[in-house]
């Protein structure tokens, strides 16, 4: 007669839960210390090695691996037992008998470690303070052979690396990244003296980071401020800006990045609209733009000049829209962000509380050249900066006292 074996997996939380039903092949958790990130990443190597999957985890070190290795050793314990799951203390590797699954934990403090490897699920914890190149260029080629899964678990350090993805999840449109956000108070099964113990010799500052999981401003960081700027109404309608000095920042792009139109009511110092797409034809961007503008009857439409930019420009001042130009270049781009930056430092205007748009703020990089000294701004590599191009735009049209030069267009 067959013997009954228990595999003793956790009781997810609502949001562990959230993360198990997702079929995304990139997901991202940032979580408070404690919140649970670890138990549900051995939970889920089990699953996916009994359903026969090569499962690698790797931590920056020792001891954090054994925490993941420690809970897939006792979800598994009546198996081992059995002699059923093979158990290599040594390599810290976990094979069932029936099937070709695997989980095996490593250290990754040293990225070159886990070369030579493959896996069908990549379970990357504490990521924040690996190197990226862990992922980028170790992690991401072993999930070649079989179109395999990466998960990335991680309790903020600052805005850096591991935040930069976490904005790239947040942005992803597609379906193949997707984000989670939870506290350690979001973990119902900590307890409230174990709490205690973890916050109770904290700053404050240290208690956002570690225990609500925030990212807290970098030095270098461009944009200061955001969330105090982010009260702007999200259903405004044209009769409430009757006669007010509206004007249109627009940032162009067709396939990788997106084309952005951001209104700005000038009087009000507040944004109205913030429309962000991508992957559509030129002639239909400019149509989409005359729609809003037939709605709102910006007074200034300023669109940037680059590229496809200036032909577009030419059809929509020829059609009788108050639209003029901008050439951002490496000297004009400088004081345009520089400008936004301070409005945001200063309080000056609100802002549309929209997740990506907010994303692309916090994650925004000021460089210096080594060689000249001078300062250039850009999203970091594989982000995007459109919405703040777009906001930019429009601060210089609201800012620059054009638009009360303009008359309301008849359209």
């Known amino acids: 007669m067959a013997t009954e074996l228990t595999i003793r997996l956790h009781e997810p939380h609502p949001k562990q839960a959230e ?27 089990v699953e996916a090695m009994l359903a026969g999957k090569r499962v ?19 979800a598994l314990a009546e198996p081992i037992a059995a002699g059923l799951v093979r158990k290599n203390e040594t390599e810290r590797v976990l094979e069932p008998n029936w099937n070709q699954g695997r989980i095996r934990a490593k250290t990754a403090w040293n990225a070159d470690g886990l070369r030579g490897d493959y896996a069908d699920l990549l379970l990357l914890d504490e990521y924040s303070i690996m190197d990226p190149s862990t992922w980028t ?26 935040f930069h993805l976490y904005q790239r999840a947040i942005a992803d449109e597609t379906g193949r990244w997707e984000a989670w956000h939870f506290t350690s108070l979001d973990n119902p099964h900590l307890s409230a003296d174990a709490l205690a113990e973890i916050t109770g010799d904290m700053s404050d500052e240290m208690y956002r980071q570690e225990i609500l999981a925030e990212f807290l401003e970098g030095e270098g960081a461009v944009f200061r401020n955001i969330y105090a700027c982010l009260g702007a109404p999200s259903q405004d309608t044209p ?13 162009w792009a067709k396939q990788a990045d997106f084309t952005v139109f951001c209104l700005f009511c000038a009087n009000c110092k507040r944004e109205v609209v913030l429309d962000r797409f991508n992957q559509i034809d030129y002639v239909f961007q400019a149509q989409r733009l005359q729609v809003l503008c037939e709605r709102w009857h910006p007074r200034l439409v300023l669109a940037e000049s680059n590229a496809m930019g200036e032909p577009i420009i030419e059809r929509l ?10 050439q951002t270049t490496a000297q004009s781009k400088t004081p345009l962000i520089e400008s936004l930056a301070l409005a945001f430092e200063r309080g000056e205007a609100q802002w549309l509380n929209l997740p990506i748009a907010t994303g692309e ?9 080594a060689l000249t000294g001078r300062a250039s701004y850009s999203a970091p590599e594989g982000l995007h900066d459109d919405c703040i191009i777009a906001r930019a735009l429009a601060w210089q049209a609201a800012g620059a006292g054009r638009a009360a030069s303009y008359t309301v267009s008849p359209y």
């Not at 690698?56 to 006792?74: G, I, K, Y």
């Not at 703020?361 to 050249?369: C, G």
Request: proline share 4%; glycine share 10%; hydrophobic share 40%.
């Open 19 to 45: 993360f198990k039903r997702s079929k995304a092949k990139r997901k991202c958790i940032v979580s408070g210390r404690r919140g649970g990130k670890t138990t549900l990443f051995s939970d889920i190597a």
């Open 56 to 74: 690698l985890e790797a931590a920056p070190t020792a001891d954090q691996t054994d925490v993941f290795w420690a809970a897939c050793v006792s």
């Open 137 to 162: 260029e170790v992690g991401a080629p072993m999930l070649l052979d079989n179109n395999g899964d990466a998960a990335f678990a991680f309790t903020p350090k600052r805005k850096n690396h591991g």
């Open 239 to 251: 009769l409430q800006h009757y006669h007010h000095g509206l004007v249109v920042g627009v940032d």
């Open 317 to 326: 001042q020829r059609e009788g829209m108050p639209v003029q130009g901008f």
């Open 361 to 369: 703020l916090e994650a925004y990089e000021r460089k210096v050249n």
